[in-house]
């Protein structure tokens, strides 16, 4: 699921949610809004279709495999508070999202590329995992070198983050700052959270 190299606008369209943000999945996604195939616009769907459907969201969205999503599962139900926002928060915390939401990248696929490829650190340090979970007091910063603070400052330029309290960025300094950790209002993937933590407990 982390490498889904698929047609995205179809995922889109399937979903009824714009978890591939490129521009050309948008664009496809706007002119046809109704799920694929000729015989699915009237079709019902049964409560396993749609818990199904909302952890697929999850999936796409964030760019997990099944056994990631069940591991973060697993981890969310150890934790206090309700087991859907944990499962959500803790996928918030990966880095790839963190290079996202700071405005480094303007998709998460472009945001994990850039991060195996070695482009970031965390506290002065070569992260090269997507899925390298942040803390409150980290700080994100594109490695000094002269070919990718001229990329990554064209890319904040362009980019419209999405704004957030837990995340600050910095184009002068190409560093992204995390204050703390997200709550359920950071949270802008439409989900309804507790059907995928019954469709897990299963």
């Known amino acids: ?93 990966r880095l790839d999202n963190v290079v996202r939401r700071s405005g480094f990248a303007k998709t998460r696929p472009q945001a994990r590329q850039g991060i195996v490829h070695g482009h970031f650190m965390v506290n002065g340090v070569k992260v090269n995992k997507p899925s390298y979970q942040v803390r409150p007091g980290d700080i994100v910063s594109v490695r000094p070198k002269e070919k990718l603070a001229t990329l990554y400052r064209s890319v904040l330029e362009e980019n419209v983050n999405e704004p957030t309290d837990w995340i600050t960025s910095d184009a002068e300094t190409l560093q992204a700052n995390v204050l703390g950790k997200p709550g359920p209002s950071d949270i802008s993937l439409p989900v309804d959270a507790n059907t995928v933590v019954e469709f897990l407990s299963r």
């Open 1 to 93: 699921m982390g490498h889904y190299t698929g047609p995205k606008a179809r995922i889109n369209r399937r979903l009824g949610v714009a978890v591939y943000e490129s521009r050309g999945a948008l664009r496809a996604t706007e002119r046809r809004d109704h799920p694929p195939g000729m015989h699915n616009r009237g079709r019902r769907s049964t409560n396993y279709g749609k818990s199904l459907m909302e952890k697929q969201k999850i999936k796409h969205y964030y760019g997990l495999g099944e056994r990631q999503l069940r591991r973060y599962f697993s981890k969310a139900t150890s934790m206090k508070g309700n087991t859907g926002e944990q499962l959500l928060i803790l996928c918030e915390q």
